[in-house]
């Protein structure tokens, strides 16, 4: 027999003023099942409180309403104060007569009516409560960070470091990522290398740091607490356990002219290589469609200058599989693809420009190459064509950003500062060089960064023009750039020795199909959707899985170092529980009486669904029915209102507490 | 009181925990008058809002019903209302073929921080629904009984 | 044609490649077609073929009784083939478990019945051994599809809500429509449920018009338009209007028709950004 408790509030003067509360509590303590219904100034205060939790005591309350605010304000509160007392918190329910009645009805009989309306719903559904426990979730404390950049390298040592392991998986050769290729940075030039290698090699050697390049995340299983990631390693050719990194190997290597993708094409390396001198790990591959010894069968002079025996052209792919509890994503960015298709879409853009077909248009990543101590040309800034240092360079900024009709709609972000970067770069080594710049505004929100372009301009003299570029063509060996100056409003055009586009930045390659294994959502640019934009930004909808650096959305190195170390900490607020306590209101299968058509399976945003399949003791097939995994559900219903029988119910808002409450009405 | 002979419908609104129900919430928080004749069942997602309660909402006497979540794109689970809306599409064929007024069945997309459109859409559904009349048409087949 | 299907199925039967064959027979003379699950090789006689065939057999699929008669062959004409591809979407059968005989077939009924004729699976298509030829149906054949939706929903809604309470005060509440439906294979129906009880279970006019929806709905985007349950009523209550007028939103919206195309995503269970929504506030 139902002994429920209403504890209606005043809320001071907020609802008594509009509700007549001690008539409501006269009405509703006339309700079947309602033991006790009394008024109190503050339910919500101390005081409001013991009360409540004397009368469950004193009337030996199965269940409790409490009409005050609404539940979103106070909800927790009492749920609290009831499981305080020995009373299942999920027998409580909240009649909100004060946001949706008192303070929105000001006629007093027509607001009182309706708040005894809303407790007598709210006493028909505590009247079909159950008492429900919190799901305990075992957390494997051990994470798995995707990307090896400077996000990623920044997520594994933070947590590795709190004294937990991590598996960080890498598709290239080499951790290291985007940063490892850059020149220097803005906004205090200091060298990109200097300051990353040193963060490499800690991961490398680092006790709590398995580390998988050359690696690519194949599928994953399992949920929060629980994923079984399959990683999937690529052929090496070389065994890394005997390798010492002598590099005898590449120095010998006969196939020498393949473009260095780390390069950016700019460059050109052997097929047995590491991708950059200071790679983590040291250990070459073999580019099998470069080799030799696989494209002509004969060869094999790194094998014989090789005195570690590391060299193994048997070599197979192979899948290791990593039990973690929380996985970080940190697969950074690419450059918008000038003047060729995108992805899909069909759209060109930048044809105009000549990217690909003139050598001395470049992007800027290329342009970091150039500059780069330890690129190509050895940080000497010769252009691509003829090797000339190039006297007059036209940087232009927004290639394929902010521009709705050929390029990307959104703001890249970090070009206004690395354009601004570069002209400083160059002019520091080309002294009696001019450096142009095309831009739409400058955008350089960041501490100490106005002040840096402020630099570029006013110290090493870069001519900023605000305008955008038409055409590109090349006559005589130089670039003709046409532009305009929209401040002075006069076409511009400018004979150039060298183009560098500051090309837009996007997610990596290959991030959706990611996302997908994972359950992460993205936008229409392909960028990780986290779970909140202001309040949950390291979090994503699937539990357990972050993000972090510029596959989120762009961003400079310090921002995805401090997203990276955000994510850190929430793997670290994880990893700080044995088990992880999930809220119970979730979905429940009837699995007699599931169909099995598995609708719901399909519909489910959480993937939270799976198909089972129920045997005897023999282990013969008795049925199939979809199952609800606990750690994945987060309780939104969809399921319910799919499945035709209704199979499915969602504890806290079941069927048949939405009837009751509709039966409730007069 | 009201004069007894002024109809007052009964409106009941489903909404979703997260948007509508909030945006309701700021309607009370900014103080926003509106008709009292709205009964919300909270859910936790427009998801979950199955036609089956429409139906019994009618069956209970409902003389209009709302259904409101939050908007495309922001729903709390990813996708919940991108599912209610396709099956609305399809329900509200079944409600044109059986005859059942489409002016009493509303749809909406309110977010939390729409404490006005709540208001404006309680309003004006009540006084629309003010006009049609008790929706006697359903009563009746709830009647023959 | 009925000589090769009978040869089709005896040679099924006598190479152990089915143990029993799910066809159409005949019990009376003047009585429509009856379903009937030959096992031996000499019983193939018993099966018929004419244009009182109107049974759609893929409901026998999710009988337990008929399962247990071993691999199964069955018959069926364009129409019901389709329910074979829901059903297969739905994880009710294992269709490489099952031996389709397809029928061409060019309507059934005299006169032909209204689904025969805007139907344009006049050959079954996804069947592994097909028996027949038919021909070739109209060009315009699926621009008649919407035919009678169309004219009924011209008529005014207080118009439309009283054709339907003066149908479903007929409604005695038997069930046949599920009984006889390929797709209603729920283990417990909505409407046996009693906690809570969702459709009033007594034959009011309440009641059936809940149950009418549901069984509507419930079929949204699934049914196939085979018109079993029109056939099954005994009170002759046209409830292929209902599930013409869902297949009607469900072509017209989602460019979906259940059945046909077995790389199209069931509409229900699935969205899209771009779903129309002019009809939310």
Known sequence: ?666 | MNEANVFQPKIIAYVCNWCTYLGADLAGTNRLEYPANVRIIRLPCTGRIDFNLIVKAFERGADAVLVSGCHPGDCHYTAGNYHARRRWILFRQLLETLGIDANRVHFSWISAAEGKKWQQVITEITEKTKALGPYTAYREICQEC | MLDELRQTCRRLLQDGAVQAVIGYGRASPDDPAVPVFISKPEDVDQLVWDDRCFANLTKYLSRKEVLSLGKLAICVKGCDERALLVLEKESQIDRSQITVIGLACDGVGQPRLAKCESCDVHMPRRADIVVGKATVPDADAGAKRYAEIEEFLKRTPQDRMAYWKKELSRCVKCYACRQVCPMCYCRQCIVDKNRPVSISTSATLKGNLAWQITRAFHLAGRCVGCDECTRACPAGIDLRLLNLSLAKAAEENFGYRPGMDPDAEPIIGAYSQQDHEEFIR
């Open chain 1, 1 to 666: 027999m139902a002994r429920i408790g209403v504890f209606i509030c005043w809320c001071g003067e907020n609802i008594a003023r509009n509700v007549d509360v001690e008539q409501a509590a006269t009405q509703v303590a006339e309700l079947p099942g309602v033991a006790c219904a009394l008024a109190y100034k503050y339910m919500c205060s101390d005081p409001g409180q013991s009360l409540i939790r004397q009368k469950i005591a004193s009337e030996h309350l199965t269940g409790i309403v409490v009409a005050s605010c609404s539940p979103h304000m106070h909800l927790r509160t009492f749920r609290k104060a009831a499981a305080a007392e020995g009373l299942n918190p999920y027998l409580v329910e909240m009649a909100n007569i004060r946001e949706h009645c008192s303070w929105v009805h000001h006629d007093r009989a027509e607001a009182t009516a309706k708040a005894v309306e809303l407790i007598r719903m709210a006493v028909a559904k505590v009247r079909c409560d159950h008492a429900l426990q919190p799901i305990a979730i075992p957390v494997t404390r051990r994470a798995l960070v995707i990307g090896g950049g400077v996000a990623g390298i920044q997520a594994a040592l933070d947590i590795a470091d709190a004294g937990y392991q991590v598996v960080v998986v890498e598709r290239e050769p080499s951790i290291g990522g985007k940063m490892a290729g850059l020149s220097e940075t803005f906004p205090t030039l200091d060298c990109s290398q200097c300051i990353l290698t040193p963060r490499m090699v800690d991961v490398g050697q680092h006790p709590n740091i398995t580390l998988h390049t050359y690696s690519e995340v194949e599928s994953v299983e399992g949920y929060l607490g629980n994923f079984k990631v399959t990683i999937r390693k690529k052929a090496r050719y070389v065994d890394v356990a005997k390798c010492t990194g002598c590099g005898q190997c590449w120095n010998a290597c006969p196939s020498k002219k393949t473009p260095s993708a780390f390069d950016y094409n700019m460059g050109t390396r052997t097929a047995i290589y590491v991708p950059f001198p200071q790679a983590v790990p040291a250990r070459p591959v073999i580019d099998r469609n470069a080799c030799l010894h696989f494209l002509k069968g004969k060869c094999g002079v790194c094998a014989k200058k090789c005195q570690a025996g590391a060299i193994n052209y048997e070599d197979q792919d192979t899948s290791v599989v990593e039990e973690v509890g929380a996985v970080v994503v940190a697969t950074g960015f690419q450059l918008y693809q000038i003047g060729k298709e995108r992805n899909g879409d069909g759209t060109v853009g930048y044809g105009e420009y000549g990217y690909g077909e003139y050598p001395d248009v470049i992007d800027s990543l290329q342009f970091e190459r150039l500059v780069s101590a330890s690129g190509p040309t050895g940080g000497e800034i010769r252009r691509p064509s003829d090797g000339q240092v190039p006297k007059t360079v036209v940087f232009i900024s927004c290639v394929g950003s902010r521009d709705n009709a050929k390029g990307l709609s959104y703001c890249s972000k970090i070009c206004c500062m690395y354009t601004a970067k570069h002209t400083m770069l160059y002019k520091h080594k080309v002294h009696d060089g001019t450096a142009h710049v095309f831009y739409m505004d400058i955008r350089a929100g960041g501490k100490n960064y106005d002040e840096f372009v402020r630099r570029a301009i006013e110290q090493d003299g870069a001519q900023y023009h605000r305008g955008r570029v038409s055409k590109i063509t090349q006559e005589n060996g130089r670039l003709i750039v046409r532009g305009v100056d929209t401040l002075v409003g006069e076409p511009l055009t400018v004979e150039a020795d060298l183009v560098v586009l500051a090309s837009a930045m996007r997610p990596a390659d290959g991030v959706e199909p990611l996302a997908q294994k994972l359950n992460v959502g993205y936008d229409e640019n392909g960028f990780l959707s986290e779970s909140h934009p202001k309040l949950r930004p390291v979090e994503t909808n699937a539990a357990g899985v972050f993000v972090c650096g510029a596959c989120q959305g762009p961003k400079d190195i310090p921002e995805s170092v401090a997203q990276a170390t955000a994510a850190a900490g929430k793997v670290l607020v994880m990893f700080g529980h044995e088990k992880l306590a999930r809220e119970p209101e979730i979905a429940k299968v009837n699995e007699t009486n599931c169909a099995a058509c598995f609708t719901c399976v399909r519909a489910c945003p959480y993937t939270a669904i799976e198909k089972a399949e129920i045997r005897d003791r023999k282990g013969n097939l008795v049925k199939r029915t979809a199952r609800v995994n606990q750690g994945l559900c987060m309780g939104c219903g969809t399921c319910v209102a799919l499945c035709p029988s209704k199979s499915v119910d969602i504890e806290g808002f079941t069927e048949q507490q939405v009837y009751a409450m509709l039966e409730s009405l007069e």
